[in-house]
């Protein structure tokens, strides 16, 4: 059974993009430091034909989570910064050229409809206008057996955690405070409870994976 | 030279206690979930007067703090739950009994003067009106070349951090959500910049040890 898997790096106070983002910072001031840790892992630079990089226990992490991922889901947002028609968005490509890392099919959650875009490497953009159910219901068809990602941002997360939808949290939190932003567990409709099935850390970052359970 | 140390349990949703703190519930609703990996530990359990307990390492955590605390600095909630004069404070002696298990001197923040209370087993409480720099002048005398603990609410660490006075931040974050209640990283006057030095972790707790640096 495909799982729906949120996969997100976190501040250690709780914000997943810094204030003020923006195309120049599409994170929001200080928030490119929320994924320092991975840029410099080999699975991160592969997929993004960089050479090298470092192997490890956060390494392993990451590259576990390429090889389980049959599809993702993302916001708008995460995909291009912008919002509203897409003429007018000045990044309408989305952030990652001709050969995007994800190599699976990606479906971008959007109220203005649009052609897939088919792209190198086996990454194809499906823009689905009719809600987080209905994208989801595509990514399982298209994970087969794998398991299907929401990777952000924080809007798109917490609509499906308040759907009931999300199998598994993995968190990944980065010890560095932004002091405002926007957070991770803001606009749950009731706390959701989760218990914790694995933890890695090193002083660069903490990865949880979080089991999502009824409530208590 | 004498550190000023801050310690605190948080929830994964960046919480120190639950929403609607009361005599009953101290911590707030689900705030208590947030000290249950400590309960279990013979470094706690020892100094409560208790047998047994596990041993490992979330228990060598706790042992090296009790070890290294010369005094402690806590808010008047903290010590009681109550506000305004002693007199109508139902808590006025304290959570602990006859012998809390502190057995160093602990310096309360409060607004109105009391006398110092002498307790078994070496603990003290003194009352200190003047506020966090008297306090933290005090408590430093009393703990020679030992550290001092402020150990909340999170309203008095944060004062701490504000006035630029912590050396370092221990933070055990446990994987719940709690979704209200007291933040521990609100009301920053501007971000803190923290390097983790050292982090250990299980599925119950990350213990996250954070050196305050400068702002970069």
């Known amino acids: 059974m495909t799982r729906l898997i949120s ?4 501040s250690l106070d709780g914000f ?12 929001g001031a200080g928030g490119e430091r929320l994924h320092e840790w991975v840029f410099r892992l080999r699975s991160f630079r592969e997929p993004h034909g960089l ?12 590259a576990e989570s390429w ?5 993702v889901v ?57 809600g987080i159910e209905a994208a989801l219901e595509q990514a399982r068809a298209a994970a087969a057996d794998k398991d299907v990602y929401v990777g952000g941002g924080a809007s798109v997360i917490q609509q499906y955690l308040n759907a009931g ?28 409870e989760v ?4 933890v890695i850390c090193s002083p660069t970052v903490t990865h949880l994976r979080l089991a999502i359970r009824a409530p208590r």
């Open 67 to 71: 090889r389980a991922t049959g599809a």
């Open 51 to 62: 050479p090298g990089g470092e192997t490890g226990p956060d390494d392993d992490v990451v």
């Open 195 to 198: 218990e914790a099935t694995r």
């Open 165 to 192: 939808l999300v199998d598994e949290l993995q968190v990944h939190v980065v010890p560095v405070l932004l002091g405002g932003g926007v957070r991770l567990f803001d606009g749950l409709d009731e706390p959701v």
């Open 74 to 130: 993302m916001g708008r947002r995460m995909f291009s910064g912008g919002e509203g028609p897409w003429e007018g968005d000045p990044n309408a490509d989305g952030w990652w050229g001709d050969d995007p890392p994800f190599r699976v099919p990606v479906f971008v959650l959007t109220h203005h409809a649009r052609e897939t875009v088919q792209k190198q490497g086996g990454t194809s953009f499906a823009f689905v206008t009719d």
């Open 7 to 10: 996969d997100i790096s976190m």
């Open 16 to 27: 997943v993009a810094g204030p003020n983002p923006s195309l120049e910072q599409p994170l």
